[in-house]
């Protein structure tokens, strides 16, 4: 047996004893890393085995994911894909997502990444396992392998011996690097992968059974609320926070700075006691926020690092045909439904933190930054909260959780942000202006193409320094905001889906990156993709008009991509897209494609809807989409995902954007930030899953956002005539575009 | 003391009475189903069913409910034997996050007890307090459709074993 | 003798009638036919306003259904009216009226075919129009989209639905022609009384009835009803602590909220969503005028009145002090044992309610974001000599329209028994107001319940 490598690693315990798992980086690993091919997915990451699936005596099945499951549907098609490589049924897997002492270190669970990084890494390490089982198995029956055959837990031999799963293992079999490539099966074969299977999660959810942060109750936990300042870099300068701490239930109030807390023992008094501290509470007013009016102006007028991101031909030819648009988009909320939680406990110099942020690695990091503490400290793990959608306040609200705890060693600290906090204080998707400006030859094609988007940073994640973690900005001895850095190409953030995924020959595309933030902003689902596709969609329609052409027809006449003619071809089939097509008056309707990042998932959509022309409201009628997210493992989770992403692309587009005034943010519930409902919502919506056996999977969850956006602006045009480029399209704008 | 009946168990409740019925439901009696959301009477999140009334757990405070008849999610059935509604949100996968579902189901609930085959226009009003942020509004429309027929349903099969 | 006395009396009751009915007599007006090309988009545009001031779309709107195509039920005391379809639809709307046709309609309170219209339709006040405002209304309505409705009859019992009551009412309560202007007023108050008396018809509402259903002439403004709701005094009698001023009926006619007033609720919230489309001018008119009959003309007394009114809102504490710990109770009866449960339902305490159920967004005091509603104290309905605006508020309570900023504030009519609505209400009555408490809040509450108003919102 070999000896285990002397370097830093973390033991994972298990059940019954059989099987010990590990993990280590190995820098000799690392070196002989850099001149073998990249492994698939995050194996390349983190290549030993091990660290993605173990089995124990019985013969159970552990999987070790890094991303985790924000309700996307992650976790059942995770376990869909290691149970069809290695053989089993589902049911005898069990999944461990996201635990910076138990799992890879996979980043953050964001960008529709979890399928192309960690579902190809365990469809590849589960393969891989197969093939070393039936590689024992070969051994200890004495045959060779290919008359051994996996299936159901067991490795079946031709002459009917068998050996199960468990029995095979022993000490290290697992411990090893993958390969980089793997025994995958044929996808004609497939029993699990892109068949049917149910959500694991849903059934708890659906009977009260303990599923998210906010259900945590360990013995002796405190309840905690933060007084959160008026507005952005306010300062505590007065407080006698006496009288609360005799309130009800009161145990401690905590004060660092300006960051104030309250933790009691029951929750309705840590309430009663966060509106007494509030009252209490003395500010010094931050700095101005700028007018809402002209937020746009004020955009545009700060300093930019600007790079070309595309640059083709010659750009800046003139044709039979040029035309020009400018686009606008507010600030938006995330607005997750259930504000965020965290639980933290410090305990012996070690702190653990129970969070579902997206990435607790990172999160690990800038919350041992904050405290002054060693990474190995401290301890985050993800337990699901309500849907994010990007980076929203579930970091500092460990952060919060963190530093009470901190205050009241060995107690359990449940920090809960009041629906005013979440909707004040998370970091919104950035306002975005995009200019557009292209020429058509005489026979309607596009031959030159300008593109520009002024865009704050979508990024402000926590990762190594504290000081994108709220309350850290606001301790005595404060932390600085890090300067934001871009995403670069091909991924981008303010730039995401810039680059027209269209054939021009002449093209240019300049992101302007801004720095300075007036207000908070990070990742919202899709990023800078919405705007974008929104932008470039509508600017489709715009030109096709001007060519007289027909939208489905205009946008095939300029896409080389065969799997995207084919959404398109397929979206328009199913709604029964006809050219010239006269709707009854009010009526219009509208197509959209992009595909995701220019690399994801491929999304067209085809919608109808009324304008009733009064009051210029909106009605949505049939959706249809056409999706292609390349292997398709589990159809429903992708129709969910899209079916999701247009309804709240929908909402977004119709009624979305935060508001502000001089003092801070105005926008603070859901009376002054509304969003759609049940009655507003589309008559229906269709989705049809192209599915790609043996292809590479394509990130979907972020895919609708944009196309929805622009379908919806382009029915609107097609009903009245008015063409809408400010976002959101409210009421009130399309009476206005529409007139009397 | 406060005694409230919960899915028809009698539980006394040694809370300040102004305290709003979803907290008690969490943390003293441990039900998970109803959530906070907004605190505020606009989201749903907390949606129970008092007297047959699906109403805002958050707002209401315990002192007005002794002697009423509370159900939460946890009284529908649970996972090994789930109620007409659950059922059918589970056959229709009608959840992302999830979160909001309990309230929606118990909306819902309430809709069917009142309306056993409401239109879409009525289902869409009846459903419209309750905020889903995931976008689930179809499926939701649809799982609740579906229990519809199957409630319908079964109070066919009752009257036909009651002839 | 007698005979000739009968006969007499017989052939003058008979002359009387006669010229009566030649009085109320209406010819048919031809039909006819006005496309809509014909029309000046300027004037169309100004019909848009006028109509936004007249609020057509509210009587001649159903719930759910197209604009302006009728079939809205108006409640009277006479019956149930529904308002008709005006939009251009030559068969069921009145696409085949022409403008004098229409002009008579609103001055006159006939139809095109010379039946009279029941003043449900407030020709009272629309008769004070002027022609060419008129004409800009017609150029709208002629340009909105046909939607062919049927009109429905009015569900109006016998003898009131013979058509010529309505004739009778008018002999009695429409005084044709334009107001003469007043010129000891500025041209805005006559601007904005002109619009208030002739297509706002805010008196309509807010004005007493006699008992033919007349309004009171000596009583403008004195506090009226509509669709179940008490519509509050606009003059000296208004209920509201503050006095309203020209600016704050502005900001409440323009954004559906005044800062030391509160919210536009029940029947005011689709007039004031029409009212967007009323121009800035128009709205600062009508404001003018209106404040103008709030009593207080003298800006110190006002002041201090107001002051007055404000530290006592902000005084009110909304959260009861906690009893000391062990001694926690449902009831407020002397005989209540601490700790021992009261099954014999005494309410729980107003006060109680208020904390856990109204607080969380009633409650004054502290930072607090920025959505909540105003102190109570200053609220129209707490201050009202009747509850039921406050009940029906607490009852159904507000919703803004699908997409649209706006308070939401949740019904309990079903959370809250009636004896704990009474009890909530009677606190927030005693808590909140300095006026007498409600007499008898129970009774006031069955008739709410009962009173069901009809759907306002347009889709």
């Known amino acids: ?740 | 003391m406060t005694v409230l009946n919960v899915n028809g168990q009698q539980h006394r409740i040694d809370v300040d009475p102004r305290t709003p019925l979803l907290y008690v439901l969490r943390n003293e009696l441990k039900l998970n189903a109803a959530k906070f959301g907004c605190g505020l009477g606009q989201c749903g999140a907390c949606t129970v069913l008092v007297d047959h009334e699906p109403v805002f757990s958050c707002i209401l405070p315990i002192s007005v409910l002794e002697g009423r008849y509370i159900r939460t999610v946890e009284g529908l059935g649970n996972e090994g034997r789930p109620g007409p509604v659950q059922s059918a949100f589970i056959e229709e996968q009608a959840a992302q996050c999830g979160y909001c579902i309990p309230g929606m189901m118990m909306r819902a609930q309430g809709l069917l007890e009142h309306n056993a085959s409401p239109s879409d226009a009525q289902i869409r009003d009846a459903m419209a307090p309750n905020l889903c942020r995931c976008g689930t509004q179809m499926r939701i429309l649809r799982a609740v459709r579906r229990a519809a027929k199957a409630m319908m349903a079964d109070a066919g099969t009752i009257q036909e074993t009651a002839k | ?459």
């Not at chain 1, 979508?458 to 905001?481: C, D, I, K, M, V």
């Not at chain 1, 050219?579 to 494609?593: I, S």
């Open chain 3, 1 to 459: 003798m007698v005979w000739r006395v009968l006969l007499t009396v017989v052939v003058v009751i008979g002359v009387a009638f006669g010229a009566f009915y030649a009085w109320a007599w209406n010819s048919e007006i031809p039909p006819t036919n006005a496309p809509a090309t014909l029309f000046d988009p300027g004037i169309v545009a100004k019909g848009a306003q006028l109509a936004a001031v007249g609020n057509c779309g509210i009587c001649h709107t159903q719930a759910g259904a197209k604009p302006y195509a009728g079939g809205f039920p108006v409640q009277t005391p006479f019956g149930t009216i529904y308002g008709t379809n005006i939009t251009p639809d030559p068969d069921t709307g009145i696409g085949s009226w022409s403008e004098t046709a229409f002009r008579r309609a609103l001055h006159e309170g006939v139809d095109r075919t010379g039946n009279h219209l029941y003043p449900a339709f407030p020709y009272d006040h629309f008769t004070h129009a002027t022609d060419s405002d008129i004409g800009a209304l017609y150029a709208f309505l002629m340009t909105r989209e046909p939607v062919a409705k049927a009109n429905r009859a009015p569900a109006v019992p016998f003898p009131l639905n013979v058509r010529l009551f309505a004739a009778g009412w008018k002999l009695l309560f429409l005084h044709k022609g334009q107001i003469p202007p007043d010129a000891s007023k500025s041209a805005e108050w006559n601007r904005g009384a002109y619009l208030a008396e002739s297509l706002g018809h805010c008196g309509a509402c807010h004005t007493p009835r006699n008992v033919l259903g007349g309004e009171k002439r000596d009583g403008q403004f004195a506090g009226g009803q509509s669709e179940g709701w008490l519509a509050p005094a606009l003059n000296a009698a208004s209920p509201a602590p503050v006095s309203w001023t020209a600016e704050q009926v502005y900001a409440y006619l323009r954004n559906g909220f005044a800062k030391q007033h509160g919210l536009a609720a029940g029947p005011m919230q689709p007039v004031v969503r029409n009212l967007k489309k009323a121009s800035d001018a128009d709205l600062r008119a009508i404001a003018t005028y209106v404040a103008s009959f709030a009593g207080l003309q003298n800006d110190a007394d006002r002041e201090q009145e107001t002051q007055k009114a404000l530290d006592f809102a902000r005084s009110r504490d909304s959260k009861v002090p906690m009893p000391p710990s062990g001694a926690i109770t449902t009831s407020t009866r002397a005989d209540a044992k601490p700790g021992r449960t009261n099954n014999d339902s005494a309410a729980p305490s107003g006060a109680v309610i208020f904390v856990g159920a109204c607080a969380s967004c009633h409650h004054s005091g502290g930072e607090l974001p920025v959505s909540r509603p105003i102190e109570l104290g200053l609220s129209t309905p707490v201050n009202a000599p009747d509850p039921a605006a406050l009940l029906r508020i607490v009852l159904d309570g507000i919703h803004p329209s699908s997409g649209e900023r706006g308070p939401i504030m949740p019904g309990f009519s079903g959370a809250l028994t009636d004896p704990q609505i009474t009890a909530l209400v009677s606190h927030v009555r005693s808590q909140f107001s300095r006026q007498p408490a409600w007499p008898n809040i129970a009774a006031a509450l069955t008739k709410v319940r009962q009173n069901k108003e009809p759907a306002t919102e347009a889709p």
């Open chain 1, 1 to 740: 047996m070999n000896a285990m490598p002397p370097l830093t690693r973390r033991l994972l315990l298990t059940t019954g004893g059989a099987l010990v798992v590990s993990f280590a980086l190995l820098p000799k690993l690392a070196a002989l890393a850099q001149n073998v091919p990249k492994l698939p997915g995050d194996l390349d990451k983190t290549p030993m085995l091990d660290s993605w699936i173990a089995i124990d005596a019985q013969g159970r099945i552990t999987v070790f994911a890094g991303k985790a499951e924000l309700g996307q549907g992650i976790k059942t098609a995770l376990i869909q894909c290691a149970a069809e490589e290695i053989e089993v049924d589902p049911a005898g897997i069990t999944l461990i997502t996201a635990d910076t002492e138990r799992t890879p270190n996979e980043g953050y669970t964001a960008g529709s990444h979890s399928m192309q990084d960690c579902g190809t890494a365990i469809l590849n390490a589960a393969a891989q396992v197969r093939g070393i089982l039936i590689e024992l198995a070969a051994t200890r029956l004495n045959l060779p392998a290919e008359q051994l055959k996996a299936t159901q837990g067991t490795v079946v031999a031709n002459d009917g011996r068998s050996v199960r799963y468990g029995e095979l293992l022993t000490g290290q079999d697992l411990h090893r690097p993958a390969h980089p490539t793997s025994p995958l099966k044929d996808p004609k074969n497939f029993v699990v992968i892109g068949k049917p299977m149910q959500r694991v999660d849903i059934p708890g959810k659906l009977t009260g059974k303990p599923a998210y942060v906010q259900d945590m109750r360990p013995n002796g936990m405190l309840q905690a609320r933060v007084v959160r300042p008026p507005s952005y870099g306010a300062r505590l300068t007065q407080l006698d926070a006496g009288a609360v701490e005799s309130m009800p239930g009161v145990v401690k109030v905590v004060r660092d700075g300006s960051f104030l807390a309250v933790a009691a023992q029951g929750e309705f008094q840590a309430i009663d006691a966060m509106e007494a501290l509030s009252a209490l509470a003395k500010w010094e007013q931050g700095p101005v926020l700028p007018e809402q009016a002209t937020i746009y102006d004020t955009i545009r007028q700060l300093p930019s690092n600007d790079s070309t991101i595309l640059d083709k031909g010659t750009p800046g030819q003139q044709g039979a045909h040029t035309m020009r648009a400018t686009y606008h988009r507010p600030y938006q909320l995330h607005g997750s439904i259930g504000p965020s939680c965290a639980l933290a406990i410090f305990e012996a110099d070690k702190l653990t933190v129970w969070t579902h942020s997206q990435g607790v690695y990172p999160l690990r990091n800038a919350l041992a930054d904050m405290l002054h503490m060693p990474q190995q400290q401290v301890h985050c793990i993800h337990v699901e909260g309500s849907g994010c959608y990007g980076h929203n306040a579930a970091d500092d609200v460990a952060a919060d959780a963190a530093l009470i705890a901190r205050a009241l060693p060995g107690r359990p600290i449940r920090v809960q942000w009041m629906r005013e906090d979440e909707h004040g204080w998370e970091p919104f998707g950035p306002a975005m202006i995009s200019q557009a400006a292209a020429s058509l030859d005489a026979d309607g094609k596009l031959i030159d193409w300008q593109y520009d988007v002024w865009s704050n940073t979508h990024s402000t994640r926590p990762e190594g320094p504290a000081g994108n973690l709220l309350a850290a900005r606001y301790l005595a001895q404060p932390f600085a905001q890090p300067a934001p850095k871009p995403i670069p190409q091909p991924e981008g953030g303010g730039d995401r889906n810039a680059i027209p995924i269209y054939t021009v020959p002449n093209a240019r595309v300049i992101s302007h990156f801004i720095p300075q933030m007036p207000l908070r902003v990070s990742a919202l689902r899709a990023l800078g993709a919405y705007h974008n596709v929104f932008s470039i969609e509508s600017f489709m329609d715009e030109l096709a008009h001007a060519a007289g052409a027909d939208p489905v027809e205009f946008r095939l006449r300029h896409l080389d991509d065969s799997r995207a003619h084919d959404v398109v071809t397929m979206a328009a089939k199913e709604f029964g897209w006809q050219p010239d097509a006269k709707l009854p008056r009010g009526h219009g309707r509208g197509f959209a494609f992009a595909r995701y990042k220019n690399l994801a998932a491929y999304c067209a959509l085809a919608l109808e809807l009324e304008v009733e022309h009064e009051t210029g409201a909106v009605k949505l009628g049939r959706i249809v989409v056409a999706v292609d997210s390349g292997q398709a493992v589990n159809h429903d989770g992708i129709r969910n995902q899209i079916e999701g992403a247009i309804v709240q692309s929908a909402s977004w587009t119709l009624y979305e954007e935060v508001t502000f005034g001089r003092d801070g943010i105005t926008s603070r519930d859901w009376s002054s930030f509304p969003m759609m409902r049940f009655p507003a919502a589309p008559e229906s919506i269709e989705v049809h899953v192209i599915d790609r056996p043996g292809e590479k999977f394509l990130g979907t969850g972020e895919a609708g956002q944009g196309p929805a956006a622009a379908a919806i602006a382009n029915a609107i045009a097609d009903a009245t005539g008015a063409r809408l480029r400010e976002l959101p399209l409210t009421a009130a704008r399309i009476k206005a575009a529409i007139g009397i």
